[in-house]
Nanobody, 123 residues
Framework: QVQLVESGGGLVQAGGSLRLSCAASGRTFSTYAMGWFRQAPGKEREFVAAIHWSAGWQYYADSVKGRFTISRDNAKNTVYLQMNSLKSEDTAVYYC????????????????WGQGTQVTVSS
């Protein structure tokens, strides 16, 4: 089992920045990749970004490319999502997830999920 705890969400004005953190504990040695997904009210969950746990390869949705940066600290078992130039359409609950294999873009390929953290961007 892997436990994931997100933090760092909140209310920010458009154009502002936030950094989300996701601390992993448990059987983290089996982790292949860590990802961030988000779900806005009335919409389906969507992929935001992912990072290969050992190699550090990064993957982004087109909607956040150039604005968001995913990183990880292997020593702390923590993954971060730095979000800059935030827009109102970034408002959503953001979820951290851990995968032991499969596509980093597909939510069902992730085995463990955090509880989510709310990000609200006011225009």
């Amino acid at each position: 089992q892997v436990q994931l705890v997100e933090s760092g969400g909140g209310l920010v004005q458009a154009g502002g920045s936030l950094r989300l953190s996701c601390a992993a504990s448990g059987r983290t040695f089996s982790t292949y990749a860590m990802g961030w997904f988000r779900q806005a009210p009335g919409k389906e969950r969507e992929f935001v970004a992912a990072i290969h746990w050992s190699a550090g390869w990064q993957y982004y949705a087109d909607s956040v490319k150039g604005r968001f940066t995913i990183s990880r600290d292997n020593a702390k078992n923590t993954v971060y999502l730095q979000m800059n130039s935030l827009k109102s359409e970034d408002t959503a609950v953001y979820y951290c997830a851990a995968s032991s294999g499969g596509s980093v873009y597909i939510g069902r390929d992730y085995n463990y999920w955090g509880q989510g953290t709310q990000v609200t961007v006011s225009s």
